[in-house]
């Protein structure tokens, strides 16, 4: 079978396209099933569930074979397999109607055939902007995802991030700063596990924590999530602090937990210090992502990194670290999400959320980063504050959150404000209005 049937079939079984388009899959890619692609997309956009029934009563001769593989995967061996299929194809073409008469016409047929195949599956992008043919198809897979209500990027799992944020962005550098025992471990870990949901495969580099520590955290976020709680019939989520005790929980409906948790699509690979004295690298961040071919990066702290080059100062070593894993995010277009603590003498106790001014150490934290967003925990009041200061494709903003950490609640209780969408809106016309007669005026 081909690989553009074991990608329908993955697509079915997960009941959402939205990770094709993501990856700038349309029907256009496929040459042998693209019906049954379109009649996906047509439900997305209606909003209909896509479920294996209503696909084999559209498409009764289809065979539904699913190989378990991971979408990205097969989503990676169909652009290989189109590259092979249209080089392959040109060389045919080109051995069996060239003559002498039409060699030099034959050559520049195949080399542009060819141009054209390295143009879409190279790594490495050289676009022209005036040919907008290959933006319209991405802005069209997008808003096809936005319409059936669903972020363009990773999930964060909190309403306004998504909101805001469009999700945890491909080649975007995020910076989280707090102080210490503002949750900023506990942020890194609701982003980390809200990624697995989504089916993506998460590094999660902690230079501080402990394997331990991190699988009793994830275990309580996850058990966390409603649809977890239906499918094993959860009362609650299994608490953090039972669950590092050793006591307080059932183990049998622990076990169950854990076995339902193998078996989802996504995954979180972490990478805890072993020897403090041999400290992580961005050189080993970079061979780990190549080596595991993860989706995104989480670095929980930053400061806990070692500096590619020795250096005289704390700052300047923070500032080769950020400066490696902007590169890193870049280069391999996925989000990174690093963490920092925040100036103490700077947050005071205002009550408020650190800001982009507060990175402690150095600057480079918040003035690399894509984004910045402070956070800041009340216990007694169960809430945490947090206030983007910094958001380089949008406003800043603030919200809160009711956050309960032993049971890994983190709900959003500010209502989403504002939009970015072209509309009509008269306080902004009049306000605009008046600076053009003021300006006329002068």
Same mark, same amino acid.
């Given at each position: 079978?081909?690989?553009?049937?074991?990608?329908?079939?993955?697509?079915?079984?997960?009941?959402?396209?939205?990770?094709?388009?993501?990856?700038?899959?349309?029907?256009?890619?496929?040459?042998?099933?693209?019906?049954?692609?379109?009649?996906? *997309?047509?439900?997305?956009?209606?909003?209909?569930?896509?479920?294996?029934?209503?696909?084999?009563?559209?498409?009764?001769?289809? /065979?539904?074979?699913? *190989?378990?593989?991971?979408?990205?995967?097969?989503?990676?061996?169909?652009?290989?397999?189109?590259?092979?299929?249209?080089?392959?194809?040109?060389?045919?073409?080109?051995?069996?109607?060239?003559?002498?008469?039409?060699?030099?016409?034959?050559?520049?047929?195949?080399?542009? @055939?060819?141009?054209?195949?390295?143009?879409?599956?190279?790594?490495?992008?050289?676009?022209?902007?005036?040919?907008?043919?290959?933006?319209?198809?991405? =802005?069209?897979?997008?808003?096809?995802?936005?319409?059936?209500?669903?972020?363009?990027g990773i999930p964060t799992g909190l309403k306004n991030l998504d909101h805001h944020w469009g999700g945890l962005q491909p080649g975007f550098l995020y910076c989280i700063l707090g102080r210490p025992g503002d949750a900023k471990s506990f942020?890194?870990?609701?982003?980390?596990?809200?990624?697995?949901?989504?089916?993506?495969? *998460?590094?999660?580099?902690?230079?501080?924590?402990?394997?331990? =520590?991190?699988? &009793?955290?994830?275990?309580?976020?996850?058990?966390?999530?409603?649809?977890?709680?239906?499918?094993?019939?959860?009362?609650?989520?299994?608490?953090?602090?039972?669950?590092?005790?050793?006591?307080?929980?059932?183990?049998?409906?622990?076990?169950?937990?854990?076995?339902?948790?193998?078996?989802?699509? #996504?995954?979180?690979?972490?990478?805890? =210090?072993?020897?403090?004295?041999?400290?992580?690298?961005?050189?080993? @961040?970079?061979?780990?992502?190549?080596?595991? /071919?993860?989706?995104?990066?989480?670095?929980?702290?930053?400061?806990?990194?070692?500096?590619?080059?020795?250096?005289?100062?704390?700052?300047?070593?923070?500032?080769?670290? *950020?400066?490696?894993?902007?590169?890193?995010?870049?280069?391999?277009?996925?989000?990174?999400? @690093?963490?920092?603590?925040?100036?103490?003498?700077?947050? #005071?106790?205002?009550?408020?959320?650190?800001?982009?001014?507060?990175?402690?150490?150095?600057?480079?934290?918040?003035?690399?980063?894509?984004?910045?967003?402070? @956070?800041?925990?009340?216990?007694?009041?169960?809430?945490?504050?947090?206030? &983007?200061?910094?958001?380089?494709?949008?406003?800043?903003?603030?919200?809160?959150?009711?956050?309960?950490?032993?049971? #890994?609640?983190?709900?959003?209780?500010?209502?989403?404000?504002?939009?970015?969408?072209?509309?009509?809106?008269?306080?902004?016309?009049?306000?605009? =209005?008046?600076?053009?007669?003021?300006?006329?005026?002068?």
């Open positions: 079978m081909s690989v553009e049937a074991f990608l329908i079939a993955e697509l079915i079984s997960e009941g959402s396209i939205r990770k094709a388009l993501q990856a700038g899959i349309g029907e256009e890619d496929f040459d042998l099933y693209d019906e049954e692609f379109s009649w996906l *997309v047509t439900r997305t956009e209606k909003r209909l569930p896509i479920t294996l029934r209503a696909f084999k009563l559209k498409f009764p001769d289809f /065979e539904f074979v699913r *190989v378990e593989e991971r979408i990205q995967d097969l989503i990676e061996e169909l652009k290989r397999e189109q590259a092979f299929t249209s080089a392959h194809a040109a060389v045919d073409e080109f051995l069996r109607e060239t003559d002498h008469d039409n060699i030099y016409e034959r050559i520049d047929q195949v080399v542009e @055939i060819f141009r054209d195949a390295r143009h879409k599956h190279n790594p490495v992008a050289e676009v022209d902007y005036r040919s907008g043919k290959d933006h319209l198809k991405e =802005q069209k897979e997008i808003s096809i995802l936005r319409e059936s209500g669903q972020t363009v942020m890194m870990g609701r982003l980390a596990t809200s990624a697995m949901l989504d089916g993506r495969r *998460v590094g999660f580099f902690s230079p501080e924590m402990n394997e331990r =520590q991190h699988r &009793c955290r994830f275990a309580t976020l996850l058990s966390a999530e409603y649809e977890i709680q239906k499918a094993l019939g959860l009362k609650g989520a299994f608490r953090n602090r039972a669950l590092m005790d050793g006591a307080g929980y059932n183990y049998k409906t622990y076990s169950r937990f854990i076995r339902y948790i193998e078996n989802l699509p #996504g995954e979180i690979v972490m990478f805890t =210090q072993k020897y403090r004295r041999q400290k992580m690298t961005p050189s080993y @961040i970079e061979a780990r992502i190549e080596a595991r /071919e993860l989706e995104m990066v989480i670095v929980d702290p930053i400061y806990k990194l070692k500096s590619p080059r020795r250096r005289e100062s704390k700052r300047e070593e923070i500032q080769d670290v *950020v400066d490696a894993l902007q590169d890193i995010s870049k280069g391999f277009n996925i989000p990174v999400v @690093i963490s920092n603590q925040a100036s103490r003498a700077l947050v #005071g106790s205002r009550g408020e959320a650190p800001s982009l001014d507060t990175s402690f150490g150095s600057d480079a934290p918040a003035q690399e980063s894509d984004t910045v967003l402070g @956070i800041k925990h009340f216990s007694e009041e169960r809430l945490m504050k947090l206030s &983007c200061s910094k958001n380089r494709f949008g406003e800043p903003f603030k919200f809160d959150v009711a956050f309960h950490p032993n049971v #890994g609640k983190m709900d959003d209780v500010t209502p989403i404000r504002g939009d970015y969408l072209n509309s009509y809106d008269p306080e902004a016309a009049a306000e605009l =209005q008046k600076v053009i007669e003021e300006e006329a005026n002068v």
